[in-house]
């Protein structure tokens, strides 16, 4: 039978509805609200501690809410215990028998919900097919390499058939080399499966890679819900701007009124504002290296978007040049493609850093 039809469940949505949950008085995960689609694969982003475990472990069923509830498929599932909730949760330490096979690893988890001989044999062969390791059957988990143990845990939880997979910073053990291409499998299985996955990482890269929205956390509150291009395009705060890539900051405050207005930043510098440039009160300019120019401080070229600045560091990553300029006392990084033959700008050097109007956003918070 097809590998995929045999283990392919209809997708489902997960809900999570005011979601309050504390431990002791450290209120760990603060009115929470996200609805993720059938069959979206769904990160949640934020640093250590913020509550992206807790959170996970929610909709497993490991936890209770003191407020709010979980739905699967539209169904609120907040009173049933975690094998009652058609949800596969791979754990970041794996957590696979060491003195098992492979196979029985996989068998494991349908034997204990009594399913038949018969049944077990073929799902446990359909799982390893999926995840590339039926030739591994017989090894057990310490003959077996980093990324084959994550994938044995990753066919162990689908041969459960879960409605919902979630995983718990899953690619943690591996290496650099080995985290790119377990991350692609996941994805690829993902979408064979066409399963709801809720990823949970602290790494940008891994979750702008591969999930198709992103809710970013931090200290228990969900920060803002979108694709990576969305917040890094149009960052809802001053911290998801932050976390997404690297985010230049500018303080000042407006002057003037109507098609007059500027942009002052500290040092006299000033930074004139198109007529129709909306920007909320107390607003801080943010930009993104990449949407900066670096030009000679005597070319002011042209479109007013230009500051004085001075080269305090230089950085040759290759393809491009990241430099570290001072405008007044306030660093920002600019990125210049690198071009073979063209001069670098020396460090103490005076230049001007010019921005793309498109690629200015306005935070207040
Ligand atoms: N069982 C527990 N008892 C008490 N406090 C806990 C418990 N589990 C987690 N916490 C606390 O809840 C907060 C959130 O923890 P959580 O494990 O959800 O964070 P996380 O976002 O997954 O972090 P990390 O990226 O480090 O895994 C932390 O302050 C943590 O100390
Ligand atoms: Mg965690």
Redesign the pocket.
């Given at each position: 039978m097809n590998a995929i039809a045999a283990l392919t469940t209809p997708a489902v949505s997960v809900d999570i509805e005011g979601v309050n949950l504390s431990?002791?008085d450290?209120h760990?995960l603060k009115n929470v609200d996200l609805s993720i689609q059938p069959g979206e694969f769904f990160a949640?982003l934020?640093?250590?501690?913020?509550?992206?475990?807790?959170?996970?472990?929610l909709i497993a069923g490991f936890n209770q809410a003191d407020t709010g509830r979980v739905l699967i498929g539209g169904k609120d599932i907040s009173g049933l215990p975690p094998w009652k909730r058609d949800v596969g949760m791979v754990f970041q330490s794996y957590a696979l028998w060491p003195h098992m096979t492979v196979a029985r690893n996989v068998a494991f988890g349908l034997e204990e919900r009594g399913v038949g001989r018969a049944e077990v044999d073929r799902r446990v062969a359909v799982a390893l097919d999926l995840v590339g390791l039926g030739h591994l059957a017989g090894r057990r988990p310490s003959q077996l390499s980093g990324g084959q143990q994550q994938r044995v845990a990753v066919a162990r939880t689908v041969a459960v058939e879960p409605k919902v997979l979630l995983l718990?910073?899953p690619l943690s053990n591996l290496d650099a080399k080995m985290r790119v291409q377990v991350r692609r499998e996941l994805r690829d299985l993902q979408q064979r499966l066409g399963l709801t996955t809720i990823f949970?990482t602290?790494d940008q890269e891994e979750a702008n890679t591969i999930c198709d929205r992103i809710a970013v956390?931090n200290d228990?509150v969900v920060q803002q819900v979108g694709t990576p291009m969305e917040l890094y395009e149009r960052p809802a705060n001053l911290f998801v701007a932050n976390f997404l890539g690297t985010a230049n900051i500018l303080d000042g405050r407006i002057v003037g009124t109507g098609g007059e207005r500027h942009f002052a930043i500290e040092g006299g510098i000033r930074l004139p504002l198109a007529a129709d440039a909306v920007v909320p009160a107390g607003a801080k300019l943010v930009f993104r290296p990449q949407h900066a120019a670096l030009t000679d401080a005597t070319e002011n070229a042209g479109g007013g978007l230009a500051l004085p600045c001075v080269v305090a560091h230089r950085e040759f990553l290759g393809a491009s040049v990241r430099y570290g300029v001072r405008v007044g006392t306030t660093e920002v990084a600019v990125d210049t493609p690198f071009l073979s033959g063209h001069d670098l700008y020396e460090v103490g050097a005076e230049a001007t850093v010019t921005l793309s109007p498109h690629a200015l956003i306005w935070l207040s918070v």
């Open positions: 431990y002791g450290n760990v949640f934020g640093p250590s501690g913020c509550g992206k475990t807790t959170l996970l472990r718990d910073e949970v602290h956390m228990g």
